[in-house]
């Protein structure tokens, strides 16, 4: 089993939809979460970090959830330039390793 | 300010050849990730350096692989004798601290082994 797992997709949501993903993780020692959005041939870029109170940017809003193991992304009023591929990222407590998943690839269709 | 910057950003080989790659991480940067992206895969940690300790190179595939990181700021991943296996986008990342900080990405290298 992989320590960060995601849906691959493709997520194909219209114009203006909610769409939420989900990231598991294994190792409950995790401490710190990230999601970063990375674009067709481009490097990954942070998306925001992942609190354990929650936290929301604009249209974007991240959830921990410790006891079942997994983080989640929520676009609220999708746009176009929303596609890309999300990856969720993880780090241990005390270490410098930060594990990616593979990433969920999101269209957004006119 | 600057952000990372790596090069080439394309580089073309044969197999066989020895290819460096570079990364100029962000001044103050202490911790520095190279990674490896091949297509359609996540992120594979390749080595990690810190400051003046010693490096984590755990991730390096093969002994083929080796990098060094000179005066705690430019770092050199090097590929002895590429395989075709090695074609992959190389990213390097820089953080202020390690572990709770974000990690920004240089553009990559795109490492083609014909």
């Known amino acids: 089993r992989k320590e960060v797992e995601q849906d691959p997709g493709p997520f194909n949501v219209p114009e203006g939809a909610t769409v939420a993903f989900n990231c598991t993780y294994s190792n409950s020692a995790s401490q710190s979460f990230f999601w970063y959005r990375q674009d067709c041939r481009k490097e990954p870029k942070l998306l925001m970090s992942?609190?354990?109170s929650g936290n929301e940017d604009g249209r974007f809003t991240a959830q921990l959830n410790r006891a079942s193991q997994y983080i989640s992304l929520l676009i609220r009023d999708s746009k176009l330039s929303d596609s890309a591929t999300y990856l969720c990222v993880v780090s241990r407590s005390g270490t410098y390793k930060y594990i990616f998943g593979t990433g969920t690839r999101l269209k957004v269709l006119a | 300010g600057a952000g990372v910057s790596q090069s080439p950003s394309n580089k073309v080989t044969e197999k066989g050849k020895d290819v460096e790659l570079r990364c100029d991480p962000i001044s103050g940067h202490t911790a520095l990730y190279w990674y490896r992206q091949s297509l359609g895969q996540g992120l594979e940690f390749l080595i990690y350096f810190q400051g003046n300790s010693a490096p984590d190179k755990s991730g390096l595939p093969s002994d083929r692989f080796s990098a060094e990181r000179t005066g705690g700021s430019v770092s050199t991943l090097t590929i002895q004798r590429t395989q075709q296996e090695d074609s992959a986008v190389y990213l390097c990342?820089?953080?202020?601290?390690?572990?709770?900080?974000?990690?920004?990405f240089g553009p990559g290298t795109r490492l083609l082994v014909l």
């Open positions: 990342a820089s953080s202020f601290d390690q572990g709770r900080e974000t990690q920004y």
């Open positions: 992942v609190y354990s």
